[in-house]
């Protein structure tokens, strides 16, 4: 991998784009300090001081490099375009229209990304006015006395909910910019920046603690599931494709063989996102709710990431999140019409309807494994924390962020590989 990065720097082409990359990424970490007009930095570093673990804000706040509980400009962070892309991808099942633009190639996907856009602001505008709010209420830090907003009116209101939706809409223009200019997927990169950032700062604490056993073992812990997510996710199932020859006007076309690749992870990082999200909302709404309530203590006391309800409910959500991604994004039925479409068949199994059959049933088979390997990875962090006396605030990784770091430096790696092979190759015809 270092020699790949070496290479690709020796490279005038590529060392513009890595170069222009890191410019992006590290103007986007500047962003995560800069504080939102009307907050109070002085009080909102006393009450990051006193946080302990808030299942609400542990996935936002991750994405976002620390600065949601700084309440900075970037505060919302990329989160509000994973989530808008989800939406807009899961849309397609309900709404025949979006599908349809799906199929039209590059046209079709222009306008679905203009509606991933529209809908990343409003749910910029709806999340920032739920932080903003509990800011207010002083319930964005339960136990904090100190106020992090000291005037609290409609303007400065007002003047918060601009400044952290136009910052969501800069952090989406910063991903565009590095996808088309720069190397790699530029929000999957500002998602690997935001990660990174804070794994340092969270194992110096821990070890400035006494405790630098434990992070011995937090970083063995984090080599181990490295090393298993890289192969997992480099894991594929090749299913042989034979076309026949066939005369197209006056040439004799067909006859080669190939294979469709079905990735053993097919939904990547989608179910653990998912399953985090909706476990995060009866926090959200306890948050509202007077802290003296039955109901609202028995939420904070069972959806805490060691508790034996959140680990159940988060395994099984992920389980079903699996199968029901997969399922939209490969359609068994497409592929084997496609495959008869251009005179492709499987070796020993019948153009058509038997074709997405056998699809259908290796596809379930694969997807089992997958599931079983997210859940475990997912849920690996938060079983760990229990024998190193860890508080949720305290570990420095998730599941999730494994898979996000892991996954995204995979890619990034593949690509430049893929531009200096192109390179090296049009040098050697030149």
């Known amino acids: 991998m270092l020699s790949t990065f070496a290479q690709a720097f020796r490279t005038p082409d590529l060392r513009g784009k890595l170069l222009f990359s890191l410019l992006i990424m590290g103007l986007f970490r500047l962003g995560s300090f800069i504080p939102t007009p009307g907050v109070s930095t002085p009080n909102i570093q006393t009450c990051v001081a006193q946080q302990g673990e808030n299942s609400l804000l542990d996935l936002v706040n991750l994405f976002s490099g620390g600065a949601l509980l700084q309440l900075s400009v970037f505060a919302l962070g990329i989160m509000p375009y994973i989530t808008a892309s989800i939406i807009v991808q899961l849309l397609r099942v309900v709404i025949p229209r979006f599908d349809d ?10 306008k679905l990304t203009q509606y991933t856009r529209y809908l ?10 739920t932080m903003i709010s509990l800011a207010m209420a002083d319930r964005l830090f339960p136990g904090c006395s100190a106020p992090v907003i000291p005037e609290k009116n409609a303007g400065t209101f007002l003047m918060m909910l601009l400044v952290m939706t136009a910052g969501t809409g800069v952090i989406m223009w910063m991903g565009e910019l590095i996808t088309e200019r720069g190397i790699g997927n530029g929000m999957s990169l500002l998602i690997f920046t935001s990660i990174t950032a804070t794994l340092p700062a969270h194992l110096f604490s821990i070890g400035r603690a006494g ?21 997992i996710e480099l894991a594929q199932r090749r299913i042989p494709v ?25 939904a990547n ?4 996102i998912f399953s985090t999200s909706i476990l995060a909302l009866p926090t959200m709404i306890a948050n509202f709710g007077n802290p003296n309530d039955s109901w609202v203590q028995w939420i904070h006391a069972n959806f805490a990431r060691t508790t034996v309800v959140y680990l159940i ?6 389980l079903f999140f699996t199968f ?14 496609n495959m008869k479409k251009y005179g492709g068949f499987i070796p020993g199994i019948r153009a058509g309807v038997p074709t997405a059959e056998y699809l259908r049933f290796v596809m379930n088979r694969i997807t089992t494994a997958g599931a079983l390997y997210l859940v475990i990875v997912a849920l690996l962090p938060s079983i ?5 006396h860890l508080e949720g605030g305290q570990m420095p990784f998730g599941g999730t962020t494994l898979l996000i770091v892991v996954g995204v430096g995979l890619q990034t790696v593949m690509q430049i590989d893929s531009q200096l092979q192109k390179h090296h190759y049009e040098g050697f015809l030149q």
């Open 101 to 110: 633009l799906h199929k039209e190639g590059q046209q079709g996907q222009t």
């Open 120 to 129: 990343t602001i409003f749910l910029g505008v709806l999340q920032s006015s």
């Open 211 to 231: 405790a630098w056993g434990k992070v011995f073992w937090i970083l063995a812990l984090i080599l181990v599931i490295t090393m298993v997510v890289v192969y």
């Open 242 to 266: 034979q076309y026949a020859k066939r005369m197209v006007g006056q040439r004799l076309m067909g006859g080669s063989s190939t294979y469709i690749p079905l990735k053993i992870n097919m």
């Open 269 to 272: 990082v989608i179910p653990v």
């Open 313 to 318: 409910a988060n395994g099984l959500m992920i």
């Open 324 to 337: 029901f991604y997969t399922s939209i994004t490969f359609n068994p039925d497409e592929v084997a019409d």
């Open 384 to 388: 760990a924390m229990i024998p190193l």
